[in-house]
């Protein structure tokens, strides 16, 4: 048992180093499987899940080495199980990465159904028609998808939706399959970017990467090595710039690409911010804010890994605002939670309408999930007194230090844990959500 305690009230400033992304990082340490010389990465962020892959790759018989606080060096000199069981899948969907590697390295691949979080249906028929199409057999056996083949062979893959797990799996298969691979309606994402980017520095032919229409002209062997820095995580990013709007602070998000969140930063001046980029940052300094809708999208569209953090600012807003999710269709999780801190939010199939500004009041709220977590948290800033965050822990699970990098900021924040954690929640006097 552990719990985030925030006093709200308090108006973020100054400045935050963005942490390497989660969403790259993943793919590229699954990425290893497709040599057996080493690969050493940078940049690596501190989480939960970077974890839980590590022990995945560790179980595979990659030999996995960690030094310093973001320096991984991975290296799969030969491959010892093509199975991972739920005991392991079951702590985070990015599992499901390891399939295509797997199978184009060993030719035989058993992966157990992904655990993470519930945001509704991950489209995981797209990554298995595209391997059957790459000329593997594919089925699922009880609780695992399984993929054999013993060769790969480049096909044209025609993606329905631009999924980014999909389009990250597929790519991997790709660069040790015979001959060339399209892929169209490619995810153009910066985390697949900077997978490309590590599979071209490993020996990889990629072509096309950040459009819709990527071309893999594959080896038919191994890799080599490479030495790679992760790109640095533009949701971290975005979190922070959103949290600064909703406290009415001053923030600069440093060590982070500018044009990777051009899209939140045209949304925040449009609700009444000042954003000012840099060659490396962004400075939010937060204003009276006006409702503006959003719909999620496809990159370079509004990123649904910041929907629920943008609903959190909207309570905060004059005026009522539309939040719509077409990427996923379990997103709004946070509404229950936000109404129980004093927003009006009324969620309506795919859409919240979120009606503002509200005066939000500390409350005892369950996190569901990592992003609807930040969305917590960022309401809990806006919030009068104090508010408990129970399942806290799904926070670490995508954000390096939150708690540290939050405090530094301003924010009057503490972890609790275990017998402590239990005390503060019977004690706890206010309006109480399950």
Not at 105 to 114: L, N, T, V
Request: charged fraction near 25%.
């Amino acid at each position: 048992m552990e719990l985030l305690r925030i006093t709200g009230g308090e108006r973020l400033r100054g400045e935050v180093a963005i942490s390497g992304s989660k969403n790259a990082a993943l793919p590229v340490m699954a990425a290893s499987l497709l040599t057996d010389a080493p690969v050493e990465l940078r940049n690596v962020p501190d989480i939960e899940d970077i974890d839980a892959m590590a022990s995945m790759l560790r179980h595979l018989g990659v030999k996995v080495e960690r030094s310093g606080r973001s320096e991984w060096r991975l290296q799969a000199s030969g491959i010892e199980n093509v199975s991972v069981d739920a005991t392991l899948t079951r702590r985070m969907r990015g599992s499901l990465l390891l399939l295509g590697a797997l199978v184009a390295r060993a030719g035989e691949a058993s992966i157990a159904r992904p655990g993470g979080d519930d945001i509704g249906m991950r489209r995981v028929e797209q990554h298995l028609e595209g391997l059957r199409a790459m000329g593997a057999e594919v089925s699922e056996e009880g609780d695992a998808y399984v993929a054999r083949a013993r060769r790969l062979r480049g096909t044209r893959i025609d993606l329905d939706i631009p999924t980014v797990t999909g389009t990250e799996n597929l790519m991997m298969a790709a660069v040790l399959a015979d001959g060339i691979t399209v892929i169209s309606n490619a995810a153009r994402e910066p985390h697949v970017v900077d997978l490309a980017r590590c599979l071209v520095g490993m020996g990889a032919r990629i072509t096309g990467v950040g459009t819709e229409l990527i071309v893999i002209e594959g080896s038919g062997s191994l890799l080599h090595g490479t030495e790679h820095s992760v790109t640095t995580d533009y949701i971290e990013a975005g979190t922070y710039m959103v949290a600064a709007a909703a406290t009415q602070g001053d923030v600069v998000a440093e060590r982070m690409r500018p044009t990777d969140v051009r899209w939140l930063s045209n949304k925040l001046r449009a609700a009444g911010c000042d954003v000012v980029e840099g060659p490396s940052h962004v400075r939010v300094v937060g204003r009276p804010l006006r409702a503006v809708d959003v719909t999620t999208w496809p990159h370079p569209g509004f990123a649904t890994d910041l929907q629920s953090q943008y609903a959190a600012l909207m309570t905060q807003a004059e005026g009522v605002s539309v939040v719509s999710e077409a990427v996923f269709e379990n997103r709004f999780r946070h509404a229950d939670q936000l109404r129980l801190l004093g927003a009006q939010v009324t969620v309506e199939g795919r859409s919240a309408v979120i009606s503002g500004p509200t005066r939000l009041r500390g409350a005892r709220v369950v996190v569901p999930d990592i992003r609807s977590g930040a969305a917590l948290v960022i309401a809990a800033l806006c919030a009068e007194g104090t508010s408990q965050l129970e399942n806290a822990f799904h926070l670490d699970r995508g954000y390096e230090d939150l708690d540290g990098k939050l405090c530094l900021l301003g924010a009057q924040l503490e972890r609790l844990r275990g017998t402590e954690a239990e005390v503060a929640i019977r004690d706890f006097s206010g309006v109480v959500g399950d």
